[in-house]
C-alpha cells in the first residue's frame, strides 16, 4: 500500500510538523483525511490520481503521525483556520503555491476554510459528504442529535469526552465508522475498512489523539462556525470552482439539501450523490475517480 509514495515530515504552522506523504507526477492534488481517519483513507483512489497529479496526502494536525499539540484554553490550537495554514505551509515546501483540494469530513472543513482564507492557493475544491460546519450548528432536532452525537460530546469540557472515549476505545472507533450511514441495506463496511487499515487507524487512537480530535470538534463549535457566519455576513465566498459529493445513504443526505448549502458560500458549484455512506473514498472509490477525474 503506497509503496512508490514518500513520506515526509515538514513544518506547517506555529512549528507543527505535520506527517506527509507524496506520490505520482502532475498538476498538485492535496488530499486531506477526515475523523477517525489518517491519510490512510486515500489507498483506494490516491494510486489511480497519481498516474495523472502528484498526489500529497497529509495527517491533519492532531491525527496520525503528525504533531498533536497540547488545546489552548480558546481551542485556537484546532481551528480550521490554523490547520488550513499547516496545508499551505506544506504544500509551499514542496514547491507548490496553489494547487486543487480534495477534503472529506473534518478535512473538508480544512479545504473549504483554506479556499475562504487564501484563494490565492486554491485551483479547484472537492467536497466530500459535508455540509458547512455554520449548517450543521443551525440544525436542530432530536434525530440530529442522535445521529450525530460526536458533534455534541466531543466539544464538552476536558477531560470527561476523553477519558470516556479512552476508557471504550475499541468501541467508540468502531462506532465512528458506521457515523454517517442512516440506511444499512448493502452495507459493504467490512469491504470499505480492511482489517490491516482498521487496525493502523486504531493505532493512532490513543489518549494524545483523542484529545487533539476533541479540541478540534471544540473549536469547530466555539470558532470554526462563527467564522463561517462571518463570511456568510459579508456576502465573502469561494471563489474557486467547487465540486460536492455525498453518499446516497449517508446523514449529510437525509438532513440537508447539500448543494443548497453550500450555493450560500460558493461562486461556482456543482454536486451529486454517490451510491455509498459516510466514507466516500472507501465505500465507492469508482465513482469517486470518475467524478474527480471529470471535475479536475
Excluded at 506523504?21 to 477517525?36: I, R
Excluded at 472537492?126 to 458547512?132: F, G, K, P
Excluded at 445513504?249 to 450555493?263: A, T
Aim: with cysteine.
Amino acid at each position: 500500500m503506497f509503496e512508490t509514495a514518500t513520506h515526509r515530515f515538514i513544518q506547517g504552522a506555529n512549528g507543527v510538523t505535520i506527517h506527509t506523504v507524496v506520490m505520482g507526477e502532475g498538476e498538485p492534488l492535496l488530499l486531506l483525511h477526515g475523523h477517525p481517519e489518517t491519510y490512510l483513507m486515500w489507498h483506494k483512489v490516491a494510486g489511480d490520481l497519481a498516474h495523472r497529479f502528484t498526489v500529497v496526502m497529509c495527517d491533519l494536525r492532531g491525527y496520525g503521525d503528525s504533531d498533536k499539540p497540547e488545546g489552548l484554553p480558546d481551542h485556537s490550537t484546532y481551528s480550521k483556520r490554523i490547520m488550513a495554514e499547516d496545508c499551505i505551509a506544506v504544500m509551499g515546501k514542496l514547491g507548490f503555491d496553489r494547487f486543487s483540494v480534495m477534503g472529506h469530513d473534518r478535512g473538508a472543513r480544512v479545504a473549504y476554510r483554506m479556499a475562504l482564507d487564501h484563494p490565492e492557493v486554491v485551483n479547484k475544491l472537492v467536497l466530500l459528504d459535508i455540509v458547512s460546519t455554520y449548517d450543521m450548528y443551525a440544525l436542530s432536532s432530536a434525530e440530529f442529535a442522535k445521529a450525530l452525537f460526536h458533534w455534541y460530546l466531543l466539544t464538552q469540557d476536558e477531560p470527561f469526552p476523553e477519558d470516556l472515549i479512552l476508557s471504550s476505545r475499541k468501541m467508540y472507533f468502531r462506532n465512528a465508522l458506521h457515523i454517517g450511514r442512516y440506511n444499512s441495506e448493502n452495507d459493504t463496511s467490512s469491504e470499505a475498512f480492511p482489517q490491516e487499515v482498521y487496525d493502523e487507524y486504531l493505532r493512532h487512537y490513543n489518549m494524545e489523539c483523542i484529545h487533539a480530535i476533541c479540541e478540534e470538534y471544540r473549536a469547530g463549535e466555539c470558532i470554526d462556525r462563527f467564522l463561517d457566519k462571518e463570511d456568510l455576513d459579508a456576502g465573502k465566498k469561494i471563489t474557486a470552482e467547487t465540486l460536492v459529493l455525498w453518499g446516497a445513504n449517508g446523514l449529510v443526505e437525509k438532513f440537508f439539501n447539500p448543494l443548497q448549502c453550500w450555493l450560500k458560500f460558493c461562486i461556482n458549484v456543482q454536486g451529486r450523490t454517490l451510491p455509498c455512506g459516510h466514507f466516500i473514498p472507501e465505500e465507492a472509490p469508482i465513482p469517486l475517480l470518475a467524478e474527480v477525474q471529470r471535475f479536475l
